[in-house]
């Protein structure tokens, strides 16, 4: 039988990639950078093969969509930042068992998801900027949820987080679960970016204030707290992807019958505008 190994919320920020890169930002994200190589670590103690990732840049419009292709190959150059990521060349395995029966046993709660084995369907770079961290190897297979829905319910993008983990279990494979986007996430208006360092602060205190209080919350484990303000949360601090990726580990840990802590890995911080973390959550048998 397979197991839900590792689940985490991370940063998926472009950043990350210039701090690689020679140039001001050199070094800028190493806490970041630090936090995916430390969740990786565990994963692979852990024997994980399979990564799932709820990628809030991959947006639809209808339906919930999993990318299953047995391979994944290209170079990627971002449309929404192509300064600050191009030429990404990638090479991953896939694993397209798993994400058909996720969509088979999402679409049987009443929640329409299809299953996708398109060459030309490629990865985002919420899936793409973690894999570069943390799967370097390019040992570990993929799976890559689009979490973008731009007409969709938190209640459907919940039972899809259940089906995750109900297709897992009955799998072979041994899983990390990434919840692949921001906290609140309101860039800064275009002609304020720079005036206001934009790359390192947050566009609203009031955001600032509202990601800290959810964070506290999950931190000292009161789930139940954090998911009655989520689509509020979601919706008043523009929430990335309006926060389904949340919503769809949240559903895979058992709601608000969860009764973990959230592990803080890489301490909260602003970017461009939003608010980042790397958060672990421990994976706890489901009622």
């Not at 994963?43 to 947006?59: F, I, P």
């Not at 709601?255 to 973390?277: A, L, V």
């Amino acid at each position: 039988m397979g197991e839900l190994s590792i689940a985490a919320k991370i940063t998926h920020v472009p950043t990350m990639l210039m701090s690689e890169q020679p140039g001001r930002l050199e070094g800028c994200r190493q806490p970041a950078i630090d936090g995916h190589k430390e969740i990786v670590r565990r994963a692979r103690e852990a024997g994980v093969d399979t990564v799932v990732v709820l990628d809030t840049h991959w947006l639809v419009n209808a339906g919930f969509h999993i990318n299953s292709n047995e391979h994944f190959e290209g170079v990627y150059t971002s449309h929404e930042f192509p300064h600050f990521i191009q030429n990404m060349g990638y090479q991953y395995k896939g694993n397209g068992a798993l994400g058909d029966a996720i969509a088979e046993k999402a679409t049987a709660k009443g929640v329409f998801t299809l299953s996708h084995k398109v060459e030309t369907l490629t990865l985002e770079y919420g899936t793409l900027v973690p894999m570069h961290f943390m799967n370097k190897e390019a040992d570990l297979k993929i799976v890559s949820v689009a979490a973008w829905g731009t007409v969709h319910s938190i209640e459907d993008s919940r039972q899809l987080g259940e089906a995750i983990r109900e297709a897992i279990e009955e799998s072979d494979s041994k899983v990390m679960l990434l919840a692949s986007g921001s906290l609140s996430h309101r860039i800064w208006d275009n002609d304020k970016y720079e005036a206001n360092n934009g790359t390192f602060t947050i566009s609203k205190e009031f955001n600032r204030q509202v990601d800290l209080r959810a964070v506290e919350l999950l931190e000292k484990g009161d789930i139940s707290t954090f998911l009655a303000m989520l689509p509020d949360y979601a919706n008043l601090c523009s929430g990335e992807g309006g926060m389904h990726d949340t919503a769809m580990l949240f559903g895979a840990l058992g709601w608000e019958k969860y009764q973990g802590k959230g592990e803080i890995i890489t301490p909260y911080f602003p970017s461009s505008g939003t608010g980042q973390i790397n958060m672990v959550f421990p994976v706890l048998p489901l009622d």
